[in-house]
């Protein structure tokens, strides 16, 4: 009896030294795969501004379908108070911009699609209440690969328009070899473009819509700086 009390106790002792140790970790919880790339955030907490408004500009918000100008079915998805239209904090299943997503309605047919991981991303966000929160802690370069950062900021900041070759404006960025080849050929105009240059007509400034954090920009500059490694 007094043998398996202690062992009792010894596992409690361990379970709770688990959790103690697990608790700095979630420090530099990224808060959903690559989404946050070089966002830091104090828990694991999905970021609107970084990891959920690209996603619905860049799938969503395109010329011809959900930005101010065409606002397709009257929907506009372009910042938070137009995204909350059809977002129920709490209850993703009540979510009409969820679960047009979910059930395969959007975006429609031939038009790039979100990942599983994408979606799954947004649901957290919901669930977690969908706040407008920006979560912005700092800029973390040290993985600025194609591999380790920069694909998943094409994907969630560019791909619902460049996603699918040949892309919007003839610019395809779906892999790494047609990024690469196109970023070799025209690196001025597509860090001009990231920057949102004022040179550039504003529909020439990537993404359309709002530019991206000065974090994703460093991520990418020092990726194209470096040789663009994989
Ligand atoms: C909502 C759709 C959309 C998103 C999101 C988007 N683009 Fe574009 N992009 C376009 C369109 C449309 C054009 C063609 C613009 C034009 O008429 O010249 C274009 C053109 C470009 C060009 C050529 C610039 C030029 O002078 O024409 C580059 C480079 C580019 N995009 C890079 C990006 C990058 C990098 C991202 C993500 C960080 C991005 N785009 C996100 C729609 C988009």
Request: proline share 5%; charged share 10%; with cysteine.
């Amino acid at each position: 009896m007094k043998k398996s009390i202690s062992i009792f106790m010894l596992i409690a002792l361990v379970i709770a030294c688990k959790h103690t140790i697990l608790e700095p970790g979630n420090l530099n919880n990224t808060g959903g795969g690559n989404a946050g790339v070089g966002v830091s955030t104090p828990t694991d907490s999905i970021c609107f501004q970084a990891e959920i408004l690209p996603l619905y500009q860049s799938y969503c918000a395109s010329a011809g379908c959900h930005n101010s100008t065409s606002r397709a079915d009257g929907v506009v998805l372009v910042d938070y108070t137009t995204i909350m239209q059809g977002i129920t904090p709490g209850n993703p299943e009540n979510s009409k911009y969820y679960k047009n997503i979910t059930n395969s309605k959007m975006p429609p047919a031939g038009y790039p699609q979100l990942s599983s991981t994408q979606i799954a991303l947004i649901q957290k966000w919901i669930t977690q209440g969908a706040l407008n929160n920006t979560c912005s802690t700092g800029c973390d370069t040290s993985k600025f690969t194609y591999a380790t950062a920069v694909q998943a900021i094409f994907a969630n900041n560019c791909n619902g328009c460049h996603g699918n070759a040949p892309g919007s404006g003839n610019v395809y960025l779906g892999t790494y070899d047609a990024s690469q080849t196109y970023i070799s050929a025209n690196t001025a105009l597509f860090l001009k473009a990231i920057n949102h240059d004022a040179t550039l007509p504003v529909i020439q400034r990537m993404p359309q819509g709002a530019k991206m954090s000065d974090c994703k920009i460093k991520i990418i500059t020092k990726w194209i700086n470096a040789g663009m490694p994989k």
